[in-house]
């Protein structure tokens, strides 16, 4: 199985199965979405120690979220 899904206090979150793809868990990682407008959506996304990235769109969110994760890096 590439993942599971977790139930903790309410929240359902994905845990990726880290092992199969060759990289151990660095720990957890909380993100903030900060919604300014949602049609379309748009404002930023920020994490701890690092500067809040701002979107515009799905798909402004989603290449916000791969530049503060460093995907791709």
Same mark, same amino acid.
């Given at each position: 199985?590439?993942?599971? #899904?977790?139930?903790?206090?309410?929240?359902?979150?994905? %845990?990726?199965?880290?092992? $199969?793809?060759?990289?151990?868990? /660095? =720990?957890?990682?909380?993100?903030?979405?900060? #919604?300014?407008?949602?049609?379309?959506?748009?404002?930023? %996304?920020?994490?701890?120690? $690092?500067?809040?990235?701002?979107? /515009? =769109?799905?798909?402004?969110?989603?290449?916000? #979220?791969?530049?503060?994760?460093?995907?791709?890096?």
């Amino acid at each position: 199985m590439r993942g599971h #899904l977790e139930k903790e206090a309410g929240h359902i979150r994905h %845990v990726p199965d880290a092992a $199969a793809a060759g990289r151990a868990h /660095a =720990g957890h990682v909380v993100i903030v979405i900060r #919604l300014d407008a949602t049609e379309p959506p748009t404002g930023e %996304v920020g994490m701890q120690g $690092a500067e809040p990235v701002p979107f /515009a =769109g799905w798909l402004g969110l989603l290449r916000a #979220l791969s530049e503060l994760l460093g995907v791709g890096d």
